[in-house]
């Protein structure tokens, strides 16, 4: 599976971006399920929402729950991650990834594949 994010870009503190990440390749990812994660230089990746294979099942991190919105259309093999309300905090490289089976938790160990990144910065 390779995968491929896209979307970011500079944003006012309270605005908006939507990422998108989707397979390339003749991969598909409709049987796994589907994670966001950011990381700032010098950190950790960092979880921010994943996707069950059907979108039956979603989860946030705390410091984005309310803001972020994750869904998927696997029709065109694509994830999204709609983000609201964005603060100077949310500024990191995004990276999608997909999950080991249909169902993954919030790890970074629980997803197999991973795109190469998108950069989100967010200005006062």
């Known amino acids: 599976v390779q995968l491929q994010a896209f979307g970011g870009g500079l944003v006012q503190a309270g605005g908006s971006l939507r990422l998108s990440c989707a397979a390339t390749?003749?991969?598909?990812?409709?049987?796994?399920?589907m994670g966001w994660f950011r990381q700032t230089p010098g950190k950790e990746r960092e979880f921010v929402a994943r996707?069950?294979?059907?979108?039956?099942?979603?989860g946030y991190a705390d410091t984005v729950k309310g803001r972020f919105t994750i869904s998927r259309d696997n029709a065109k093999n694509t994830v999204y991650l709609q983000m609201n309300s964005l603060k100077l905090e949310d500024t990191a490289v995004h990276y999608c990834?997909?999950?080991?089976?249909?169902?993954?938790?919030?790890?970074?160990?629980?997803?197999?594949?991973w795109g190469q990144g998108t950069q989100v910065t967010v200005s006062s």
């Open positions: 390749r003749r991969s598909t990812i409709s049987n796994n399920a």
């Open positions: 996707i069950s294979w059907r979108g039956d099942s979603t």
């Open positions: 990834a997909a999950g080991r089976g249909s169902y993954s938790g919030d790890s970074v160990a629980s997803y197999q594949y």
